[in-house]
């Protein structure tokens, strides 16, 4: 999929080492369940939904989900990707959670961005969000409307340098 004409487009160096990046994922998997967490794969919760199957087979960063939801306590939060090759892998997500029973609490749209990357918990109801090129200053206060004295007691803001998105 990846091709050194779409590099750029799903924000790769170069192609992928096929073989390598299993190896890797599989050990990713492997690390998460003896941690005790159960990994849930999109293409089995969707295996009968033949738009998301085709979709998710053309899209070679839909493995990284933390990037296109983030679930709290009341349901997911969707994000708005910067990226062309990731604007609407959301939309897969949605279906997925949909099946899973998971409320949408709230989607960040476009033209604001902000990526699952650039959002993490400091503790249960307190989160840390990066403003970068990745994430705009409208998606974070959509964000504290949403959630703040519901969800989350506290949000801050980072601001990180131009290239820096991942918090």
Request: with cysteine.
């Amino acid at each position: 999929m990846v091709r050194p004409e779409n590099l750029r487009e799903f924000n790769f160096e170069g192609p992928v080492n096929r073989r390598k990046f299993l190896k890797d994922y599989e050990e990713l998997v492997k690390h998460i369940r003896d941690d005790g967490v159960e990994v849930l794969f999109m293409h089995e919760l969707l295996k009968d939904d033949a738009d998301a199957l085709a979709y998710m087979a053309k899209r070679p960063n839909m493995v990284y989900m933390r990037d296109l939801a983030t679930v709290l306590d009341g349901g997911a939060i969707l994000w708005s990707m910067a990226l062309i090759g990731r604007k609407w892998d959301n939309v897969v997500v949605q279906k997925a959670l949909a099946r899973l029973g998971v409320p949408i609490l709230g989607e960040v749209k476009a033209p604001d961005l902000l990526e699952g990357g650039a959002f993490t918990f400091l503790s249960p109801r307190v989160v840390a969000a990066s403003l970068c090129t990745r994430a705009t200053e409208g998606a974070f206060f959509y964000l504290a409307d949403l959630l703040l004295g519901r969800h989350l007691d506290e949000l801050v803001m980072v601001p990180t340098t131009r290239d820096i998105f991942h918090i």
